[in-house]
C-alpha cells in the first residue's frame, strides 16, 4: 500500500513541480520585460525633452532671425515710399536743379538705404549697384530706370525672399518638436508595456495563492498578458 501510494504521489509531485517552475519563470520573464520597458520608455522621454529643448533653442533663434528681417521688411518699405515721393517731385517739378536733387535723392536712398533683395524685386540695374558697393562715388540710377520703378511694388515674392530664413528655421524647429512629440509617443507605449507585465506579475502571483483549478486560471491568464506585453515590446522602436 505505501508503494502504490508512493507511485501515485510522484506524478502529483512532479506536475507540482513543474507548475512552480513555470510560474517563476513567468514572474522572473515579466520582470525582465517590466524593468526593459521601464528602461526604453526613460530613453525615449530623454529623448522627447532634449528634442523639445533643442526646438525651443531653435524657435527662439528664429524669432531673432524674424524680428531682424522683419526690421529690414519696414526699412525697405519706408525707403521705397521716400525715393518714390522723390522720383514723383522729379518728374512733376519744371525745375531741371529740383528734379536732378530728387534723382540724385532717390538714386541714394535706393543704392544705400534698401536691401539686395528690394532692389532686385524694383527691377533697379545691378550694374549701378555693384558699382556703388565698390565705392565709386558718381554711381546713379538714370532717371529712366528710377521711373520704370514707380510701377514696381515690394509684393509677396518680396515678402516670401526677404522672411525665408526666419521661415526654414521655424520649420525645423517644427520637424525638431515633432521629432520629441514621437519620442513622447513611443516612451507612452513602452510605459503601457511595463504595466501590461506589471499586470501579468499580479496574475503569476495570484497562482501561488490558489491550491485550486482557480491557479490554472491566474496562470494561463498570466501567460497571455505576458505574451501580450512581449508583443507591445516588440512593435516598438527600441533606442540606446
Request: hydrophobic content about 45%; overall charge negative.
Amino acid at each position: 500500500m505505501s508503494e502504490t501510494g508512493g507511485s501515485g504521489s510522484a506524478p502529483a509531485q512532479s506536475l507540482t513541480d513543474r507548475f512552480e517552475l513555470f510560474v517563476a519563470l513567468l514572474l522572473g520573464a515579466a520582470a525582465i520585460g517590466a524593468a526593459l520597458a521601464t528602461y526604453q520608455e526613460s530613453l525615449w522621454g530623454g529623448k522627447s525633452v532634449e528634442a523639445y529643448g533643442e526646438s525651443s533653442v531653435m524657435s527662439t533663434a528664429a524669432n531673432s532671425t524674424f524680428s531682424d528681417e522683419l526690421t529690414t521688411y519696414m526699412t525697405d518699405s519706408q525707403v521705397d515710399i521716400e525715393a518714390k515721393k522723390a522720383i514723383w517731385t522729379g518728374l512733376e517739378t519744371s525745375d531741371e536743379v529740383e528734379a536732378e536733387r530728387s534723382f540724385e535723392l532717390a538714386s541714394y536712398l535706393y543704392l544705400y538705404r534698401l536691401s539686395d533683395v528690394a532692389y532686385a524685386e524694383l527691377g533697379l540695374p545691378a550694374t549701378v549697384r555693384h558699382s556703388a558697393d565698390a565705392g565709386e562715388a558718381d554711381a546713379l540710377i538714370s532717371p529712366s530706370d528710377l521711373e520704370a520703378a514707380l510701377e514696381v511694388d515690394l509684393e509677396e515674392s518680396y515678402d516670401e525672399e526677404v522672411f525665408s530664413a526666419s521661415a526654414e528655421e521655424f520649420d525645423d524647429a517644427d520637424v525638431k518638436f515633432a521629432e520629441g512629440r514621437k519620442a513622447n509617443a513611443t516612451g507612452d507605449g513602452f510605459s503601457l508595456a511595463s504595466v501590461i507585465f506589471s499586470i501579468s506579475l499580479f496574475f503569476a502571483g495570484l497562482t501561488l495563492v490558489f491550491k485550486s483549478r482557480m491557479r490554472w486560471v491566474c496562470l494561463i491568464s498570466g501567460a497571455v498578458i505576458f505574451a501580450l506585453g512581449c508583443l507591445a515590446l516588440a512593435l516598438k522602436p527600441w533606442t540606446s
